[in-house]
């Protein structure tokens, strides 16, 4: 299956595409983790996003788009993969679709994580608390001034996306505010709900 995880900083994309990666024997792509990667890896890429990223804005469509379009061409990524993080823009989301066509390939479906922004940001402060607490290092965007940054630049930039999606009848929403086995589970639905679609299709 190809998917795409949507929702804020703190939604649980994170956590819930880790346990569908497994479940669908798909890699989780992230292009946050990508980015992080670039920047320890000192890489031209990594020395264009670092400070982008330090201040919680979003790094251009032409770098990720092109992370992006690399990552998909892996020999893992052949049977499908779930996207979390990518697209950010309209644009991306557009690049994506483009980028898919020319291999004659989709999405299934765009699952979207819904939750409120008092409980996106106590859940970042627990997440910075527990790195702590372990002696770990604390993202450098988890900050609270960083990590409002990164909530403007979903609400304006990505919010959109989830209409692009809606308006061509991809998205799949899940309530993100319930405990995580229960978010799980309507996942589980929606996925089921997504393959109802396709298998009308094929008919
Ligand atoms: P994340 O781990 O998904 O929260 O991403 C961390 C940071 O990486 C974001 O705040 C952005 O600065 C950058 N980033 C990740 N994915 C994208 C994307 N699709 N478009 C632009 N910037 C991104």
Redesign the pocket.
């Known amino acids: 299956m190809r998917l795409v995880f949507l929702g804020p ?1 703190g939604a649980g ?2 956590t819930q595409s880790e346990l569908l990666k497994r479940r669908l024997g798909v890699p989780q792509l ?4 990508m ?2 990667g670039a920047v320890r890896a000192a890489s031209p890429v990594g020395l264009k ?1 670092k400070a ?2 330090d201040a ?6 032409d770098v ?1 788009i092109g992370i992006v379009a690399e990552r998909i061409e892996e020999a893992d990524a052949g049977q499908g993969f779930i996207l ?6 309209v644009a ?1 989301a557009e690049a994506l679709e483009e980028l898919l066509a020319e291999r004659a390939l989709r999405l299934d479906g765009v699952l979207e994580l819904e939750v409120n922004e008092a409980a996106l940001v106590s859940r970042i402060e627990k997440r910075v608390e527990e790195t702590r607490a372990v002696g770990g290092v604390v993202r450098a ?1 988890d900050q609270p001034e960083t990590l409002k940054a ?1 909530l403007d ?1 979903y609400k304006v930039q990505t919010s959109p996306v989830s209409t692009y999606y809606d308006q061509r009848g991809l998205l799949y929403r899940v309530n993100g505010m319930l405990p995580i086995d229960t978010v799980t589970g309507s996942i589980e639905e929606q996925l089921a709900a997504m393959r109802a679609v396709h298998q009308q299709e094929l008919r």
């Open positions: 900083p994309k994170g992230s292009t946050g983790d980015l992080r996003a982008i990223m919680g804005q979003l790094v251009s469509d990720v979390d993080g990518f697209p950010r823009t991306q965007d990164r630049a």
